[in-house]
């Protein structure tokens, strides 16, 4: 799977993605003739792992901030990305031999690909074995958690706001803990606006209707247009 990353997709594409795919983040420019000898190795490379590994290409020009965020001094350089951090990493153009043998470095182990087939199962059962074998697992916590939510049962709430307390917040994490307090209410229907709408005259003073506004706008999502909208009415009630 090779991706072109900019600025602005790097936290989905790169740093929330390898929270369970390792990445590998490709900074190059159309200058740069190392670059140029580099690229086609390590797509195909990356490539023969079928999915297990995730290559995001950068261009360094039009893309400053993920530049400077890397303290880069030269190009081509490569980094690996595992859980959100720096794992490893090579400057220069390297040879298919020692590409490879970077990429075989990030390959899960076999054990690792058990949990990742119990994630893939998806039922309660299977993710639950898979966070025995690897607590910290980011796509068994937020799977179960999602479940969880949607299950409503006496103590699912507290049990999975625990889970998402394991790892690192993302967009993702914040989606499901806000549907978790919201007892995993459907966002779709209209009814959801009366609600928020009733909920401003509150927010200022009062931190849970606070809260429930904020959580109803994840669950919403940045896709629906309101959520742009009372996010703005939010803003202002605040400020």
């Not at 950068?58 to 794992?87: C, L, M, T, Y």
Request: aromatic residues 4%; glycine residues 8%.
């Amino acid at each position: 799977m090779t991706i072109d990353v900019t600025d602005n997709t790097f936290q989905t594409e790169v740093l929330d993605r390898s929270q369970t795919t390792p990445v590998v983040v490709d900074l190059w420019a159309p200058w740069c003739g190392p670059c140029h000898q580099l690229g086609p190795i390590i797509e195909k490379v990356i490539d023969e792992t079928e999915g297990k590994i995730a290559l995001a290409k950068v261009n360094v020009d039009e893309n400053p901030q993920v530049s400077a965020a890397f303290r880069v001094q030269g190009i081509p350089a490569v980094f690996a990305i595992s859980g959100g951090k720096v794992v490893d990493g090579f400057i220069g153009a390297q040879g298919e031999p020692a590409v490879r043998e970077f990429v075989d470095r990030l390959l899960p182990s076999e054990a690792e690909e058990e949990v990742e087939k119990l994630v893939a199962a998806g039922d309660e059962d299977s993710l639950r074995q898979a966070l025995e074998r690897q607590p910290d697992h980011a796509g068994a916590i937020v799977a179960l958690a999602e479940l969880l939510a949607g299950r409503g049962n006496d103590g699912d709430t507290d049990e999975a706001l625990a889970l998402l307390e394991r790892i690192p917040e993302t967009p993702e994490t914040r989606r499901v803990a806000a549907l978790v307090r919201t007892g995993g209410d459907d966002a779709s229907g209209d009814e959801i606006t009366g609600e928020l709408d009733a909920l401003l005259d509150q927010v200022k003073d009062d931190a849970d209707a606070r809260q429930r506004y904020v959580d109803l706008l994840e669950v919403l999502g940045s896709d629906d247009p309101r959520t742009a909208d009372y996010r703005k009415r939010l803003t202002a009630r605040l400020f």
